[in-house]
């Protein structure tokens, strides 16, 4: 199957929650690389890159945690870049 890169931001109560870990540990699961992050409004982005039904598992789980909670998520495709690993950026 063919790779894309997903440039995704989810909105809602979705920091200090273990968002970021939860999503480094569910993307590396699913061989998904790329990167998560908070930003100064609440909200937190990623980019990843995987095969598309891989990524749209990803953010199924991140929608469906038990703890925090997503409201909205933005995303559009963006052209791949061939990362080897997902990481957190602090």
């Not at 970021?20 to 699913?30: L, S």
């Not at 790329?34 to 990843?48: I, T």
Request: aromatic share 12%; glycine share 10%.
């Amino acid at each position: 199957m063919e790779k894309v890169r997903r440039y995704i931001i989810f909105h809602g109560y979705v920091q200090g929650v273990g968002f970021r870990y939860t999503a480094c540990y569910i993307a590396r699961n699913y061989g998904i690389s790329g990167w998560v992050r908070n930003l100064d409004d609440g909200s937190v982005e990623m980019e990843a890159e995987g095969r598309a039904k891989d990524i749209d598992a990803l953010v199924d789980s991140l929608e469906s945690l038990r703890w925090g909670s997503v409201d909205r998520i933005e995303s559009k495709n963006i052209p791949v870049h061939g990362d080897y690993e997902f990481e957190i950026i602090e």
